[in-house]
């Protein structure tokens, strides 16, 4: 069964850094767009960072310079490195697989999100 677990989430001050981590099992995680998107208090799921399977990077316009998104292949993890962060980086932040599932056949996957909190 395909499962994403996040974890790294947690409350840090404006200015501070998290990194958060997705670890991958039941895909074939090679064969897999990876995603961070985030959802605020009253707003919509928004993306914040995805990587191709072939290691293309895409940011949305609010973290560019601040966020890196990174895969390893070998652990079957996605990563997001935040810095600098803002107040209005709070939210729950799931992470997304699109590709191929252990069967050879499409599947998208979510995880159960993590929640950051950042205070001013």
């Known amino acids: 069964q395909a499962q994403l677990v996040e974890s790294g989430g947690g409350l840090v001050q404006a200015g501070g850094s998290l990194r958060l981590s997705c670890a991958a099992s039941?895909?074939?995680?090679?064969?897999?767009?990876m995603g961070w998107f985030r959802q605020a208090p009253g707003k919509k799921r928004e993306m914040v960072a995805t990587?191709?399977?072939?290691?293309?990077?895409n940011y949305a316009d609010s973290v560019k310079g601040r966020f890196t998104i990174s895969r390893d292949n070998a652990k079957n993890t996605v990563y997001l490195q935040m810095n600098s962060l803002k107040p209005e980086d709070t939210g729950v932040y799931y992470c997304?697989?699109?590709?191929?599932?252990?069967?050879?056949?499409?599947?998208?996957?979510w995880g159960q999100g993590t929640l950051v909190t950042v205070s001013s």
């Open positions: 990587i191709t399977s072939g290691d293309s990077t």
């Open positions: 039941g895909i074939i995680f090679g064969f897999n767009d």
């Open positions: 997304n697989a699109n590709g191929l599932g252990r069967d050879y056949r499409h599947l998208e996957v």
